[in-house]
């Protein structure tokens, strides 16, 4: 099959427009200031607001633009940014799950229970009590997605109804005790474990090996299927700028030491980075992923394509709350404790917030699982420049919020303009 | 005809709670046959394509298929018997590419259930060429980017690309200009060259007369007469939609007869 047979008149990818548009890195570059005009900024505003907070805080907070308080700040958004993957699926469906912030506090909770000793008996290891602790969430999270697919109820009421239920669970277990501590190495390594630095860089080459044999392996099967491919400048930028931002964040992290301690690569990037690839997978190369989709831009047509549309919304009820078990335990993990506060405070409307200013709509169909890795980023940077530069705390919620509202209306405007352009 | 027709229905009745939508509604339709379907609002043929479709049960009734009888329960069993619908508000999903729209609910995968991008692609460009569909710059464009005539052209081809036998449009022009109701309609006449049956509903004679070998009407939701296209005029058909009586005998499908 070659590629003139498959062609379609005027196919915009195809070999023929390209001797329209400059080729190369200045091509690449034209078209990136064709699709902002015409109001595509992808994830563009919000990577610049994130190089502007941390460029504003290293002036701000000498001990901020540091190699250890970069590994901070990995371990500070790891939890929360494993809420808001889960969220991302849930608002491509355009639904809404409230309850992920005290079913994260029962995931917390159910390690911090099996991993207690008890009287005459041992506690279990954290390699069993977390995955069983992940199973309890799932189980909670298809009964609320059962009850909201099945029967109908809106995901608001049920998941809100969540959110009273796992947190009065929590604090009717923890009233007597008031908190129980996580004396289990390998669930606190979630929270504290750094790789040596030579795992580090082994990692690093792992992840720039893997996406590059990912993105050429796509090419070649475009290729032999004759379909046109996009432009070699974007792949080659691609694969340059993944493999420069791992080594990068090793060479950092490697450089860091704690009283003459070396640090490494924390365990908890490795968890982000591993969650971001499955889970983008997941969403765009399945059928699943495409299923999720299509639910969420026209359920009607979905049902009638026949998909089962409630058996997708149970799943992503399931993830959502397995994402959500897996952030409490990384979050417990952090304090080595689960205490009656746990899964209060900002936890949930940050989670949402990460997964919105990235970019994900709330209207369902359109998002993609990076948005919550960056808009976690942001809001785990915001929040650490604030403490180290001895902000008011109230500071955090206020400069969060308004990022928020600007990332939001600023996608907003600029779907406007797109919808004028005509596309 | 003397071969059997490839879809025909006996005596269906389909009721909502107290209103009648289907009265003991005979109806077929020919191998390469463009059967229309016309009839004012509320006439019930929407409900009659929703029973071929697996959408509504009916209540009581036979539906043959290939001669054969058949029961149809959900989507997936029209689909599987070679019956694809293609509704007035088309079922697109908007932020899906042309592709992705394509394969919707029927995406080509690997035992991972992983996504074949590449032969989706290429199939879907083989279709929209066999089918002549040239307006669309990118099959991987979303479905919102596209005109009304394009969109329409997409669901048309998703619906042939499964080797169909039987495409039923629900108002296929309802919303488009004069060139790409045309466009539209030559699509229709090339499926039915190339062996398709079509049942077209619409409520527009000119384009019923523009592509349908045969005509049923429906009138509060019985048939009232099938015409030949060829032997028959706008204004007789008119007459049947808003004030066409039963003519049916039981047992003895309505024929050509004309009702006076």
New interface residues.
Partial sequence: MTTADVEIVGQDKGPAPEEEQPAGLFGLLHRAAADIRSGNLGILPIVLALVFIVVFFSFEATNFFTAENFGNIIIQMAGTTMLAYGVVFVLLLGEIDLSISYVAGIGALAVAELQRPGTGHPGLSGLIAMPIAIVICALIGSAQGSIVAKIGVPSFVVTLAGFLIWQGVIVYRLAVPGSIIIQDRWINYTGSYYFSHVAGWLIAALVAGVYAATVLGGVIGKVRAGLPVQDRWAIAVKIAAVALGSFGIVAICNSASVQGTPLGLPLAAVIIVLFLVVLTFLAKRTTFGRHVYAVGGNAEAARRAGINVPRIRVLVFMISSVMAAIGGIILAANVNSVDTNFGGGTLLLDAISAAVIGGTSLFGGRGEVRNAFIGGAVIATVSNGLNTANYNPGTIYIVTGSILLLAVTLDTVARRLQVRSGR | MTETPLLELRGINKSFGSVQALTDVDFEVGRGEVMALVGDNGAGKSTLVKCVAG?HAPDSGEILFDGAEVHIH???DA?QLGIE?V?Q????????DVV?NMY????A?DR????K???M??RT??T??SLAV?T??????PVA?LSGGQRQSVAVARAVMWNSKLVILDEPTAALGVAQTEQVLALVRRLAEQGLSVVIISHNLHDVFETAHRITVLRLGRNVGVFQRDKTTQQEVVQAITAGVPTKVSGIPATATAPV
């Fill in positions: 959408t959900t989507p997936r689909a619908v509704y508000d088309l079922a697109l999903c908007d932020n899906l992705q919707l609910g029927r995406e995968h991972f259930q992983r996504l991008e590449p032969i692609e290429q460009a083989e929209m060429k040239t669309i710059k990118s099959i991987r464009q980017t």
